[in-house]
């Protein structure tokens, strides 16, 4: 009978997981481009230049937002095969 509770926990622990995931990879992707529009704003950048920063900004933030998913979700995928 407790295999069917394991189930159920192991599932829940995957979607808490697979949520803590999106949500910082978001965050992060959000704090790099933050950090590129300010400095559009600081340098007082205009034109093709604010374009470009902040297209870097948008490539980088997507770029570590699904490294971020991508690192967790492995992580957690090993935790769960070693039986933490």
């Given amino acids: 009978m407790d ?3 394991e189930s ?3 599932k829940d622990a995957m979607t808490v997981e697979i ?9 992060l992707a959000g704090v790099i ?5 300010t400095l559009a704003l600081a340098l007082d950048l205009s034109g093709s ?7 870097g ?20 995928d090993e935790q ?3 039986g933490h």
């Fill in 33 to 37: 481009f933050a950090v590129a529009w």
């Fill in 8 to 10: 159920r926990w192991e």
């Fill in 57 to 76: 900004g948008v490539l980088l933030g997507a770029v570590a937002g699904v490294w971020r998913l991508v690192r967790v979700l492995r992580q957690f």
């Fill in 80 to 82: 769960r095969r070693l």
């Fill in 3 to 5: 295999t069917g509770r």
């Fill in 49 to 55: 230049t604010k374009r470009g920063m902040l297209a």
């Fill in 19 to 27: 949520v803590f995931a999106l949500v910082t990879a978001a965050l």
